[in-house]
């Protein structure tokens, strides 16, 4: 059975920094693309960025929204995916999901979800 | 980017009845390789979202045969024939296309 479990969200100030953790299961981590994704309460989800899989070098793409304050990497022998959030502002409020890739970018398990709250 | 624009249902739809949900893309969807890059999400209350078909009309695994995507490259529906009342919640449609990947903003869909 997959499953994907968020963890390492909370509560930050403005200007701090968070990491995220995504523990996989049940499938072959290597072989799957892994994306992040957010959904601000109320909302449609907001795709954040991929990192894809070994045969594909495990390079990640990001969306512009946040490139540079993001970092996504994976540790392939934990079978962990990450999410590293910096300078993080108020709009940065959301759900965080990680969630698995099926022939890339088809999102076919998500996890439960983890919140972050950025607020002084 | 792709920006992607959802329809809006008139609800409550009664339970059996069909209901049709619509997406239009600011682009093509449409790929070198044939496929349509479009994906369909459910989001039940207080659930993560459930993809329900790719590449435009491909179920994914265990999605009910109620649940049927269509379009062109630029216009898609998916429909839901004889709905039920755990088909109630908030649809997305997704292009996965290009960079960045959008999500259209959901069509709500109540059932009577």
């Known amino acids: 059975e997959v499953k994907l479990l968020e963890s390492g969200g909370g509560l930050v100030q403005p200007g701090g920094s968070l990491r995220l953790s995504c523990a996989a299961s049940?499938?072959?981590?290597?072989?799957?693309?892994m994306s992040w994704i957010r959904q601000p309460p109320g909302k449609a989800p907001e795709w954040l960025g991929v990192?894809?899989?070994?045969?594909?070098?495990?390079?990640?793409e990001y969306n512009p929204s946040v490139k540079g304050r993001f970092t996504i990497s994976r540790d392939n022998t934990q079978n962990i995916l990450y999410l590293q959030m910096n300078t993080l502002r108020a709009e940065d409020t959301a759900i965080y999901y990680c969630?698995?890739?099926?022939?890339?970018?088809?999102?076919?398990?998500w996890g439960q979800g983890v919140m972050v709250t950025v607020s002084s | 980017d792709i920006v992607m624009t959802q329809g809006v249902l008139p609800n409550p739809v009664p339970s059996g009845e069909s209901a049709s949900i619509t997406c239009r893309s600011s682009?093509?969807?449409?790929?070198?390789?044939?496929?349509?890059?479009l994906n369909w999400f459910l989001q039940r209350p207080g659930q993560s979202p459930q993809l329900l078909t790719y590449?435009?009309?491909t179920r994914a695994s265990g999605v009910s045969d109620r649940f049927s995507g269509s379009g062109s490259g630029t216009y898609f529906t998916l429909k839901i024939s004889r709905v039920r009342a755990e088909d109630a919640g908030v649809y997305y449609c997704q292009q996965v296309r290009e960079y960045p990947l959008t999500f259209g903003s959901g069509t709500k869909l109540e059932i009577k």
């Open positions: 682009k093509s969807l449409v790929y070198k390789d044939g496929k349509t890059y």
């Open positions: 049940g499938f072959t981590f290597t072989d799957f693309y």
């Open positions: 590449w435009m009309s």
């Open positions: 969630a698995k890739g099926y022939y890339g970018y088809n999102h076919d398990y």
């Open positions: 990192i894809r899989n070994k045969a594909n070098g495990y390079t990640t």
